[in-house]
């Protein structure tokens, strides 16, 4: 399992999102970010930043 912690690129934001792959993790914090955040579409620069943080759960 692979995982991310949003507060990487949202400072104070306590969600965290997981998946199988990275491509699963991207999935999720996507629909976190438009839920939580009312991001309509997550930027690449973002996406880089998440990739970044996705750490081994
Ligand atoms: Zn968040």
Do not use: R, Y
């Amino acid at each position: 399992m692979k995982q991310f912690a949003c507060g990487n690129v949202v400072p104070g934001c306590d969600g965290v999102v997981s998946g199988e792959t990275v491509e699963d993790v991207l999935a999720a914090a996507a629909a976190h970010a438009a839920e939580a955040h009312g991001m309509a579409s997550v930027p690449d620069e973002v996406v880089e930043a998440i990739t970044a943080g996705i750490t081994d759960a």
